[in-house]
């Protein structure tokens, strides 16, 4: 009977971390991984709206390393940046939203947006986490 | 205009987010998110005035 519920909470534990990953990766991904399809639909296409959006509105994001404009701080931004996963990846391989576009209204807004789009899909990883250990229903 | 509509789009979006993960029905949810949706715009323009009468 002990070796049925640890085998159980390894299985279930072992769900969770790869939802959890699914969720960083890809946002929205590891709700339809644990079959909660419209909450991943509506979570992960905020994350992509904010995303795309801050793209739009001229905001770049940051690398983890020191810029000159923006110093020590450039971490943070890069660190909240990251949170998009794969979003960030490929923007950064694919050069896209690199170049500072500063003269632009709205590119302090696109810059918000961008790391906004990360933190929130920090929150959605271990939302889904959560979900996946059974902590919410 | 672009700036308060912006602001508009940031804050239903965020409190979108917030509403569903933060509640578990879709009463509350609605409550929550409106609730917070109020509050961003709202201190928002709170914000807004005060610097607006700062010298800065």
């Given at each position: 009977m002990?070796?049925?519920?640890?085998?159980?909470?390894?299985?279930v534990s072992?769900r969770?971390?790869?939802?959890?990953?699914?969720?960083?990766?890809?946002?929205?991904?590891?709700?339809?991984f644990?079959?909660?399809?419209?909450?991943?639909?509506?979570?992960?296409?905020?994350i992509?709206?904010?995303?795309?959006?801050?793209?739009?509105?001229?905001?770049?994001l940051y690398?983890?390393h020191?810029?000159?404009?923006?110093?020590?701080?450039?971490?943070?931004?890069?660190l909240?940046d990251?949170?998009?996963g794969?979003?960030?990846?490929?923007?950064?391989?694919g050069g896209?939203?690199?170049?500072?576009?500063?003269?632009?209204?709205?590119?302090?807004?696109?810059?918000?947006f961008?790391?906004?789009?990360?933190?929130?899909?920090?929150?959605?990883t271990?939302?889904?986490f959560?979900?996946?250990?059974?902590?919410?229903v | 205009?672009?700036?308060?509509?912006l602001?508009?789009?940031?804050?239903l979006?965020?409190?979108?987010?917030?509403?569903?993960t933060?509640?578990?029905?879709?009463?509350t949810?609605?409550?929550?998110?409106?609730?917070?949706f109020c509050e961003?715009?709202?201190?928002?323009l709170?914000?807004?005035w005060?610097?607006?009468w700062?010298?800065?």
């Open positions: 002990a070796v049925d519920v640890a085998m159980n909470m390894e299985k072992g969770a971390w790869l939802a959890g990953l699914l969720a960083w990766v890809l946002p929205g991904s590891g709700y339809l644990l079959g909660r399809v419209k909450r991943g639909l509506v979570l992960g296409g905020m992509y709206f904010l995303f795309g959006s801050g793209l739009l509105l001229g905001g770049h690398g983890l020191n810029v000159a404009d923006a110093g020590l701080l450039a971490y943070v931004f890069g909240c990251l949170g998009s794969l979003l960030y990846l490929a923007s950064s391989w896209i939203g690199l170049i500072d576009q500063a003269s632009r209204a709205t590119a302090e807004y696109g810059n918000i961008l790391m906004v789009a990360g933190l929130l899909n920090y929150l959605l271990l939302d889904t959560d979900l996946g250990v059974g902590r919410k | 205009m672009r700036h308060f509509l602001m508009l789009v940031f804050a979006t965020v409190s979108i987010v917030f509403g569903v933060g509640r578990e029905t879709a009463r949810r609605f409550f929550y998110g409106g609730k917070i961003f715009i709202g201190i928002g709170l914000l807004g005060l610097l607006y700062l010298p800065l």
